[in-house]
Every structure is written in C-alpha cells, then in structure tokens.
C-alpha cells in the first residue's frame, strides 16, 4: 500500500508540475522520478485517482479542477521573490482564488495571506515557489 500511495503523491506532483497529455509520457516521468510502472498500472491510478483530461488534452487532478476554474477566470499575474509569491486577481476575488489555493492543500505552500485583488503566498523554499508560480501559470492558460 505505501507503494502506490508514493506512486499517487509523485503522480500528483508530475500532474500539477507538467502538461501531461498521454499515459506513456507519465510512465516516463514516474521513471525518471524513480518508479517502474506498466502503463496497464498507469491507467488504473488515473482511473482511481479521478484524473481528468481537459479539452486541450493535458490531464489534471479532480481537486485541483475548481482551482483552475478560478486561476483561469480571475488571477491576472504571478511574481516570484526568495520563497513569496504574489498573485494579482481581479478586483474583489483574491479572498476566494487563496481559499481554492488552501483548500487544494498544495505541497508547495505554507499558507497565504488575501486582501482585496492580492495574494501573498508562502512557499517552503524559493524551490517550491517557483514550481507555485509554474503551477499557477499552466492553470491560467486553459
């Protein structure tokens, strides 16, 4: 069982890290992190983790789809500095994109701070930070 749960966790930092579009292209990134899969086991983890592909072919994470929804419609630019991100929303909604950012307990992130059109986000290390703002990126162009 911790197997699969390590293989879930890197499937989820691959997914929410890299436009993957095809089975064997996450095969490949799993290998490169340290894990040998088939791809028949492949279909079953996408399968049970409910990860869906978007319209433009790249998978994503169930739990991170009401996320994207509201990086996609309302963030406007995100600007890294040592481990702080700051993300700029439109006017009225930085309160509601750092509650889906919280809620989508994301491995990167210590915690986040909203005011009106602002986030201030805080990542474990200036690493973690710029995987953030790459994360948040690919989610604002779907």
Partial sequence: MKKRNER???IREII????IRTQKELVEELRKSGFVCTQATISRDI???GLRKLADGV???SEDL???RMISDLVDKVTVTSNFVVVKTTVGTAQGVAAALDNAELPTTLGSIAGDDTILVIASDDS???DLESMINKLKVR
């Fill in 128 to 130: 973690r930070a710029k």
């Fill in 8 to 10: 879930y966790n890197a």
């Fill in 59 to 61: 998978y994503m994470l």
């Fill in 66 to 68: 009401h996320l994207q």
């Fill in 16 to 19: 929410r890290n890299k436009s």
């Fill in 47 to 49: 399968n049970d983790m």
